[in-house]
């Protein structure tokens, strides 16, 4: 850990990527990515209800869709010599990053995800590739920037042996394309999107979320060098800590490097924090917390050129 936090009673606990008070007090799994965020170019990423555009590249009869994991909506069955994609558009200098969970059958038989830039006529560009290791659950990424003359981004993941499939994710992180990362971000729908620790209460009323003794984030996709500002229209009505943070975390949620700005009693402050991905990044995570009440009228999330 890069940073030390303003209250020694505050650690983060980088099991599970959020924050704990006195190691137990805010505690919280691993957030989902992937099919719910709309920042996601991948129409089903996640797999919900279906198949979308998601394409088979081998026998249809390889590619099956499994409704009933306990832990997403969907997963892609892909039974041996298995082959499924996706295109989308896309554009010269885009740089994209594309993120699955999977699981193979055998950790001898090749299973690798390619992403990779098209021309007009489909023909490949450029492409990186993969491989998918071992048989436990692995979040898989590859990124990419876009060379001249692309049209198009691809998305494909091939199996030897057999391969379960789940919350594929493509975000494009070039400038300019995606102003805003942050869904709801003025909690004009309530808590949609946003994940509320497990301790103390978090509710949203009239496009106003309330965090009591708890917090909540919001984590997406990301790679090294990635520079994001988060601000927050937020204030405290007591005198205990409260922080929005944002930080960097491994393929395994582990957190690399963060940094928070305090939250203050005063309203119209707009608290905010600028950090650039280390090594290893694969997401970043938005968070607001407090130790007492916190109000938060909305929160951004953003490169700070946009």
């Given at each position: 850990m890069t940073l030390i936090l303003k209250k020694a009673a505050l650690i983060i606990a980088v099991s599970t990527g959020l924050i704990a008070c006195n190691s137990a007090q805010i505690t919280g799994g691993p957030l989902e990515i992937g099919a719910a965020q709309s920042n996601n170019l991948l129409d089903h990423g996640g797999f919900e209800r279906g198949f979308g555009d998601w394409r088979a590249c081998s026998d249809p009869q390889l590619v099956s869709l499994q409704t009933n994991d306990t832990r997403t909506e969907g997963s892609a069955i892909l039974e041996?010599?298995?082959?499924?994609?996706?295109?989308?558009?896309?554009?010269?200098?885009?740089?994209?990053?594309?993120?699955?969970?999977?699981?193979?059958?055998?950790?001898?038989?090749?299973?690798?995800?390619?992403?990779?830039?098209?021309?007009?006529?489909?023909?490949?560009?450029?492409?990186?590739?993969?491989?998918?290791?071992?048989?436990?659950?692995?979040?898989?990424?590859a990124s990419l920037r876009a060379p001249a003359d692309t049209a198009?981004?691809?998305?494909?993941?091939?199996?030897?042996?057999?391969?379960?499939?789940?919350?594929?994710?493509?975000?494009?992180?070039?400038?300019?394309?995606?102003s805003e990362l942050l869904i709801n971000s003025h909690f004009e729908e309530e808590l949609t999107a946003w994940q509320a620790c497990s301790q103390g209460t978090v509710t949203a009323d009239n496009a106003i979320a309330t965090v009591t003794n708890?917090?909540?984030?919001?984590?997406?996709?990301a790679s090294e060098g990635l520079e994001l500002q988060l601000t927050c229209d937020?204030?405290?009505?007591?005198?205990?800590?409260?922080?929005?943070?944002?930080?960097?975390?491994?393929?395994?949620?582990?957190?690399?490097?963060?940094?928070?700005?305090?939250?203050?009693?005063?309203?119209?402050?707009?608290?905010?924090?600028?950090?650039?991905?280390?090594?290893?990044?694969?997401?970043?995570?938005?968070?607001?917390?407090?130790?007492?009440?916190?109000?938060?009228?909305?929160?951004?999330?953003?490169?700070?050129?946009?």
């Amino acid at each position: 850990m890069t940073l030390i936090l303003k209250k020694a009673a505050l650690i983060i606990a980088v099991s599970t990527g959020l924050i704990a008070c006195n190691s137990a007090q805010i505690t919280g799994g691993p957030l989902e990515i992937g099919a719910a965020q709309s920042n996601n170019l991948l129409d089903h990423g996640g797999f919900e209800r279906g198949f979308g555009d998601w394409r088979a590249c081998s026998d249809p009869q390889l590619v099956s869709l499994q409704t009933n994991d306990t832990r997403t909506e969907g997963s892609a069955i892909l039974e041996a010599r298995g082959c499924l994609y996706q295109t989308v558009p896309a554009q010269a200098n885009d740089n994209m990053i594309v993120n699955c969970n999977a699981t193979k059958s055998n950790r001898d038989d090749w299973t690798s995800l390619t992403f990779g830039y098209l021309d007009a006529n489909y023909k490949p560009l450029d492409t990186v590739e993969e491989q998918i290791m071992g048989t436990a659950a692995t979040n898989v990424t590859a990124s990419l920037r876009a060379p001249a003359d692309t049209a198009y981004a691809e998305v494909l993941i091939y199996t030897e042996s057999g391969a379960v499939i789940e919350d594929c994710e493509l975000i494009n992180t070039q400038r300019g394309v995606s102003s805003e990362l942050l869904i709801n971000s003025h909690f004009e729908e309530e808590l949609t999107a946003w994940q509320a620790c497990s301790q103390g209460t978090v509710t949203a009323d009239n496009a106003i979320a309330t965090v009591t003794n708890s917090c909540i984030s919001q984590k997406f996709t990301a790679s090294e060098g990635l520079e994001l500002q988060l601000t927050c229209d937020s204030y405290k009505t007591g005198t205990e800590h409260a922080a929005v943070v944002l930080g960097y975390l491994d393929d395994s949620f582990q957190g690399i490097e963060l940094t928070e700005a305090p939250i203050s009693t005063v309203e119209g402050l707009f608290p905010s924090v600028t950090l650039t991905a280390p090594a290893d990044t694969v997401y970043v995570e938005a968070m607001v917390y407090g130790l007492g009440q916190v109000d938060i009228n909305s929160c951004s999330l953003n490169s700070p050129l946009n």
